[in-house]
Structures are given as structure tokens and as C-alpha cells.
T-cell receptor, first 116, second 113 residues
Framework: KAGVTQTPRYLIKTRGQQVTLSCSPI?????VSWYQQTPGQGLQFLFE???????NKGNFPGRFSGRQFSNSRSEMNVSTLELGDSALYLC???????????????FGPGTRLTVL | GNSVTQMEGPVTLSEEAFLTINCTYT??????LFWYVQYPGEGLQLLLK?????DKGSNKGFEATYRKETTSFHLEKGSVQVSDSAVYFC????????????FGKGTLLTVNP
């Protein structure tokens, strides 16, 4: 079974630009969550989508947005990039309702975003 | 709000040494507790979990017991290997927000041969 895939793996942008990151969950998984990992703040929850609906949202500004498609693939978008947005962005999927996977999130390798 | 505090690293051990990484939490209700591991250049992998008080999670020689009275979930391994070198994260999820994980800062473990 293929794992969670994220594209691209590395990205370099300049301040003020916008960026879109993509996440393909494990086949059959319907929940997709996004996290930001930085050396200073650690791992912080961005948002979670289930069946194309945002169910949970972390404490990030409106520049951070996401969406989920009918095939459960998800994208997150960051507009008007700031230097502080440089981070590893991790996506995780979960098989809601699958007994052995209850509450377990499977993480992708992440997208390393550098803002210059 | 919820929070997780884990011991500051880095932790450096010799092969076959005993490992303890402390983790305490603050949460309302009855959280589920997790240890995740991150190897260099990779995403997080679930190491073990416990969903209720006194549960012991175990995997690959690692163990952690959910202690409600001390709000702790310390990670232990009796004999570490070089391949255990990684960053370890303690995390919790709670209630209806099961898919929102709150993480500790992470502890870098280096095991020398």
C-alpha cells in the first residue's frame, strides 16, 4: 500500500509570492491534516479536512488555507509569503473508522519551503 | 489549552544504554497519547500509543505507560541501538478533535557505537 505522498519535496519562493502544496493520502483514507514544523515553534497543527470539509483549524493567519478534493487529495495554499513561513510542511492522513488505524495518522515526508 | 512538555535534548547515549525520555501533558478530558519518531529527511512515524489510563504502548523495544495521576507518558527502551538515532516527539489528541495532534518540542537522540 502506497504511503502518503507530498509534492513538491522542496520549494524556494520569495517574499510576497504565494505557494500551493499538494498531499495525496493513503488510498481509502478520508481525513487529511496539515502541520507546520519549524525549529522555533516545533510542530503546529494547521487544519484538518474530511470529506472535502474543514473540520478543525489551528491558530494560523488567514494567509494559510486549504482544500480537499473528492478523491481526498488535499492542497494547502499560503499567500503573501513571509520569511517566517519557511518550514517543513507535513501532511498526514487517517483512516477514519478503520478499527486498526483508529486515531493513527500516517505522515508524508513533507515539503521543505524556503522563503527568501 | 492542551500542551505537551518533553525533556530538552539532545540526548547522547552509547549503544546498549538505557533510554528514558520524559513527557508530561496538560489536557482537559481524556486524551490519547502518542510517541512519534522522525528519522533524518523523513516524515513522522507512529512509534507507539495509549488511549486510556494505565495502558502501556510498546513497539520495537520501546515502551510508555499512560499515567493519569502524574499526567505523564515517559518513553523507555532497555538497550538502544545506533539505528534508534532520531528525533522523538510526544503528542496528544483529545475528544472530538482526534485528528488534531498537539506535539512536544521533540528530543534528538544520538546513539554512538
Amino acid at each position: 500500500k502506497a504511503g502518503v505522498t507530498q509534492t513538491p519535496r522542496y520549494l524556494i519562493k520569495t517574499r510576497g509570492q504565494q505557494v500551493t502544496l499538494s498531499c495525496s493520502p493513503i488510498s481509502g483514507h478520508r481525513s487529511v491534516s496539515w502541520y507546520q514544523q519549524t525549529p522555533g515553534q516545533g510542530l503546529q497543527f494547521l487544519f484538518e479536512y474530511f470529506s472535502e470539509t474543514q473540520r478543525n483549524k489551528g491558530n494560523f493567519p488567514g494567509r494559510f488555507s486549504g482544500r480537499q478534493f473528492s478523491n481526498s487529495r488535499s492542497e494547502m495554499n499560503v499567500s503573501t509569503l513571509e520569511l517566517g513561513d519557511s518550514a517543513l510542511y507535513l501532511c498526514a492522513s487517517s483512516g477514519l473508522g478503520v478499527k486498526s488505524s483508529y486515531n493513527e495518522q500516517f505522515f508524508g515526508p513533507g515539503t521543505r519551503l524556503t522563503v527568501l | 489549552g492542551n500542551s505537551v512538555t518533553q525533556m530538552e535534548g539532545p540526548v547522547t547515549l552509547s549503544e546498549e544504554a538505557f533510554l528514558t525520555i520524559n513527557c508530561t501533558y496538560t489536557a482537559t478530558g481524556y486524551p490519547s497519547l502518542f510517541w512519534y519518531v522522525q528519522y533524518p529527511g523523513e516524515g513522522l512515524q507512529l512509534l507507539l500509543k495509549a488511549t486510556k489510563a494505565d495502558d502501556k504502548g510498546s513497539n520495537k523495544g520501546f515502551e510508555a505507560t499512560y499515567r493519569k495521576e502524574t499526567t505523564s507518558f515517559h518513553l523507555e527502551k532497555g538497550s538502544v541501538q545506533v539505528s534508534d538515532s532520531a528525533v522523538y516527539f510526544c503528542a496528544l489528541s483529545e475528544g472530538s478533535s482526534n485528528y488534531k495532534l498537539t506535539f512536544g518540542k521533540g528530543t534528538l537522540l544520538t546513539v554512538n557505537p
